[in-house]
């Protein structure tokens, strides 16, 4: 047989049982943590029964921490204070089948962030939804939370129910939030939309994370050629599970009814340049400092593309306290200049 074929089969035998291992051992993984799982849960519901029945206190799980990791030292996880989160789980979710088809997909750790960060059952399920359909790493979850992404999601002012058909317009509102928070940026609230514009962009992968599932980026000052002139769109993306483009214009100061009708003009401008047939109609987001939601609700009514308007938070790296007792950067700046204009002027 010629080596070259050879040396071809082998390379795709290989390649096919590196995944056939990677995808039992992922396997392997999910079945333990599901039995593990529900191990807890039933310890949890014995411990409630007992507690129930028996009228047995706090200290019986003390005493069943101490017995359990005797009788099985090589297993982790029977601490006083696991029990405790044990039984919390087991009375949180009464119902097994529950536990069984969903909760049980997330790992343990999740589960016990998810039991001390939100206590709200219906905003709890949301987390866990999330968690699994995104796969969201135990930090990611734990940022989520904080960021209070359950409030945000789909609160986002629009015209979408006016400009896109059904179908497609309860999902556009669900996948974009109001605010949007860039916790990430190093910047203060008197930063310009050029360094925003770059913060978002040399910070791309929280920039998406925060944008949410499906956003892929196209550019950024993105050029249009309109009627023989030239025009820039502050950031492009194209959103693979909505199928069509998203341009989001970024403002700095409070939100303007102008803003709408150049978004309006953005959006017919790449529905007819960059729009494939096959593509959903573009939407436009605009973000902005602040906004008065009246004036924000007047200003999409009549506009004929979809659009939706939210604010944008970035987080102060100082305290409030100390954030009026230290000059700006402004203020620094214009310092700098004057001390390197009386030692040139001495010169």
């Known amino acids: 047989m010629n080596n070259d074929l050879l040396s071809h089969e082998y390379a795709a035998l290989l390649e096919s049982l590196k995944n056939r291992v990677a995808t039992a051992r992922y396997q392997a993984v999910r079945t333990v943590n599901r039995e593990l799982i529900l191990l807890y849960h039933y310890i949890g519901t014995?411990?409630?029964?007992?507690?129930?029945?028996?009228?047995?206190?706090?200290?019986?799980?003390?005493?069943?921490?101490?017995?359990?990791?005797?009788?099985?030292?090589?297993?982790?996880?029977?601490?006083?204070?696991?029990?405790?989160?044990?039984?919390?789980?087991?009375?949180?979710?009464?119902?097994l089948e529950f536990v069984q088809q969903v909760v049980a997909q997330l790992p343990w750790g999740h589960n016990v962030f998810l039991l001390d960060l939100v206590k709200k059952d219906q905003e709890r399920i949301f987390y866990i939804q999330s968690a699994i359909k995104y796969g969201w790493s135990r930090s990611v979850l734990v940022h989520q939370i904080e960021?209070?992404?359950?409030?945000?999601?789909?609160?986002?002012?629009?015209?979408?129910?006016?400009?896109?058909?059904?179908?497609?317009?309860?999902?556009?509102?669900?996948?974009?939030?109001?605010?949007?928070?860039?916790?990430f940026l190093?910047?203060?609230?008197?930063?310009?939309?050029?360094?925003?514009?770059?913060?978002?962009?040399?910070?791309?992968?929280?920039?998406?994370?925060e944008l949410g599932e499906g956003f892929a980026f196209l550019g950024r000052q993105y050029h249009l050629e309109v009627g023989d002139e030239d025009f820039y769109i502050d950031l492009v993306f194209y959103h693979v599970k909505?199928?069509?483009?998203?341009?989001i214009e970024l403002k700095v100061g409070k939100f303007k009814p102008e803003y709408s009708g150049k978004l309006n003009f953005y959006l017919s401008a790449v529905d007819d340049l960059l729009k494939h047939p096959d593509d959903n109609p573009s939407i436009g987001l605009i973000l902005c400092k602040s906004k008065n939601n009246v004036i924000a609700e007047y200003s999409l009514r009549y506009m004929t593309k979809a659009m939706g308007l939210s604010e944008y938070q970035l987080t102060e790296s100082l305290p409030k306290n100390l954030q009026t007792v230290l000059p700006s950067i402004k203020e620094l700046e214009t310092e700098l200049s004057k001390t390197i204009q009386t030692k040139m002027a001495k010169k």
């Open 46 to 95: 014995e411990i409630l029964k007992k507690q129930a029945s028996q009228g047995w206190g706090a200290k019986v799980i003390d005493r069943l921490s101490k017995d359990l990791s005797s009788a099985f030292p090589d297993m982790k996880g029977f601490s006083s204070r696991n029990l405790k989160y044990m039984r919390l789980f087991a009375e949180t979710y009464p119902e």
């Open 147 to 183: 960021l209070n992404l359950y409030h945000r999601q789909g609160k986002i002012i629009s015209n979408f129910k006016e400009t896109l058909p059904a179908s497609q317009s309860d999902l556009v509102q669900r996948t974009l939030k109001d605010p949007y928070i860039f916790d």
């Open 186 to 209: 190093s910047l203060g609230n008197e930063a310009e939309e050029c360094e925003i514009e770059r913060g978002l962009i040399k910070q791309l992968e929280k920039f998406l994370l």
């Open 242 to 247: 909505l199928r069509c483009y998203v341009v």
